[in-house]
């Protein structure tokens, strides 16, 4: 159990933005949170740098979540901080498949854990209860105030979820294609179903894309979700081919409650505008 030095604050550690805000929510002002893939990076190819590696041994708790890059880089972030206590927030959900393009259900990648569970409020709540227990445990004359506001946070979370839901309800069984699959969990949570475009991180070949598109068609699935991140050639161009309507998501914004919010509206606005025919 540790103790904190009167006026001191917990050096956190975490993958990435919406955590940040997670940690901070239970912590308040008992915690200073430090993110290892910044605005503009992406968690699946990310290299932290030396200074960032560095500056570990100065932590006292890593909140991981399961993003590509911390498998690439675990071991040598252990190395780098030895002491460094790492919680893996994401130890007990049950991960889902990634999903693929409606073709590809029988390839060789169909089953990779989806690591997206910030994405979905309830399994938050999950993710919030293993910070606060690591909060505790790093600052053990916090516990109290980790422990209410781990309360304040898990009410934060059932208010979020059932506005999503409601602001959701009329789309209930839609589709949505998705260039990255991002939003699988979210999907799941209200009903949705997210269609991948992507086939490992690239926009599909001409062959592939036009049996897509028909499929598309066919099920009159005309709203394309993508990342602020993506080049906007390649929006352009798909939104072309669909004939589709584009929604801009950011799924590792630091403003994450906000930005739920937001994606909801848009997707829900997107979908009921489109049809189904």
Known sequence: MGIRPAGAVVPVVVSILPQKAFVEAIGGTRVAV??????????????????????????????AIGVPFEEAWMDRIRAAAPGLEIVQTQAGIKL???????????????????????????????QARLIAQGLERADAEGAAAYR?????????????????RRRLAAVRGRAFLVFHPSWGYF????????????????????????????????????????????????????????????????????????????FADRLAEALADVGPE
């Open 34 to 63: 430090s993110v290892m893939v910044g605005p503009g990076y992406s968690p699946a190819t990310y290299a932290p740098r030396p200074a960032q590696l560095a500056a570990l041994s100065r932590a006292r708790i890593y909140f």
């Open 96 to 126: 889902r498949p990634m999903d693929l393009p409606p073709d590809r259900h029988s390839d060789r990648a169909r089953g990779r854990p989806d690591p997206h569970v910030w994405l979905s409020p309830v399994l938050v709540k999950h």
């Open 148 to 164: 209410a506001g781990l309360r304040e946070f898990l009410r934060r979370l059932d208010r979020l979820d059932a506005d999503l």
């Open 187 to 262: 999907a799941d949570a209200y009903g949705l179903r997210q269609v991948p475009v992507e086939i490992e991180g690239k926009p599909p070949r001409a062959q592939t894309l036009v049996r897509l598109v028909d499929w598309a068609r066919k099920h009159d699935v005309h709203v394309l979700v993508v990342s602020p991140r993506l080049r906007r050639s390649t929006v352009a161009m798909l939104a072309r081919e669909f004939q589709a309507r584009v929604v801009v998501a950011d799924p590792v914004a630091e403003d994450w409650e906000h930005e739920l919010r937001r």
